[in-house]
C-alpha cells in the first residue's frame, strides 16, 4: 500500500469488479475499513477469477511484489547505512550478530535436525564472539526470480585474528497471510545455511 500503490489498486480493483461493488473502490479506503468477512471475501474473489482476469491478476502481482523487493532492499540498505554513522556502529552491529546468530550473555549449545542431519554446535556468548570476530558487511538483495516479494540478507562476518571473512545468507519472504488481502502483509526471516557452516559455532561431533 505504501511501497507500490497504483499496482496493489489496480489488484484490488481487479478483484473488486467481479461482483464485490459493495465495497470501497478506494483499496486504502478499504484496508481501513473492511471487516473480516470483507477481507474473507476479497481473497476468496481472488482465487476464483476467470483465467484471463487470473493471467493479469498474476502479471499484475509478480511485478508488484518484484517492485516491493528492491524499495525493500534500498530501504533497508538506507537505513542500516544510516544506523551505522557515527559512535552507534558497534552497537548496531552487536545487535544484528545477537539476532541473525542467536547469541545470547551465556555460552550455550544448539541442537536440532538440518536436511534431514542432527547436530549440535557451540554458540559463544557475545562477549567472547566480539573478541574473536566482527560484521565487516550487511546487505539486502532483491531477488527477481521468486514468485514472490523476497530480499536476500547477505551477512559478512571476519575473524581479527585471521583477517579472514566468511558470509552467512538469509532470505525475507514478504507475503500475506493466509491469502491474497486476507490480512496485514508479514515478512518473515529464513537462513540459507546449516549452522554447522559458521565459523565461529564449533560443531560437538
Same mark, same amino acid.
Given at each position: +500500500?505504501?511501497?507500490?500503490? &497504483?499496482?496493489? /489498486?489496480?489488484?484490488? @480493483? ?5 461482483? +464485490? ?20 471475501? &476479497? ?5 476464483? +477469477?476467470?483465467?484471463?482476469? /487470473?493471467?493479469? $491478476? ?30 552507534r556502529r558497534a552497537a548496531v552491529l552487536e545487535e544484528v550478530a545477537r539476532t541473525l546468530f542467536r547469541m545470547d ?43 514472490? @516479494? ?10 581479527? /585474528? ?7 545468507? $538469509? ?5 500475506? @497471510?493466509?491469502?491474497?488481502?486476507? /490480512? ?22
Open positions: +500500500l505504501h511501497v507500490d500503490p &497504483v499496482a496493489y /489498486q489496480q489488484l484490488y @480493483s481487479l478483484v473488486r469488479s467481479g461482483g +464485490l461493488d459493495h465495497l470501497p473502490s478506494d483499496v486504502a479506503t478499504f484496508e481501513r475499513t473492511a471487516r473480516k468477512n470483507d477481507r474473507i471475501a &476479497v481473497e476468496a474473489a481472488a482465487r476464483q +477469477l476467470p483465467p484471463d482476469d /487470473q493471467a493479469a $491478476f498474476q502479471d499484475i502481482y509478480l511485478a508488484m511484489c518484484h517492485h516491493v523487493a528492491q524499495r525493500s532492499a534500498e530501504m533497508f540498505n538506507k537505513h542500516i547505512e544510516e544506523s551505522l554513522k557515527g559512535n550473555t551465556n555460552e550455550y549449545i544448539l541442537c536440532g535436525v538440518e536436511v534431514q542431519q542432527p547436530f549440535a554446535v557451540v554458540v559463544p556468548s557475545l562477549t567472547q564472539w566480539k573478541s574473536d570476530w566482527k560484521i565487516s558487511n550487511i546487505e539486502a538483495v532483491p531477488d527477481p526470480h521468486r514468485k514472490q @516479494s523476497v530480499v536476500a540478507i547477505v551477512v559478512t562476518y571476519e575473524s581479527k /585474528q585471521l583477517k579472514s571473512s566468511k558470509t552467512a545468507r $538469509f532470505h525475507v519472504e514478504i507475503r500475506w @497471510s493466509h491469502g491474497k488481502f486476507r /490480512q496485514t502483509p508479514e515478512a518473515k526471516l529464513y537462513k540459507d545455511f546449516r549452522w554447522t557452516s559458521v565459523e565461529f559455532l564449533p560443531s560437538l561431533w
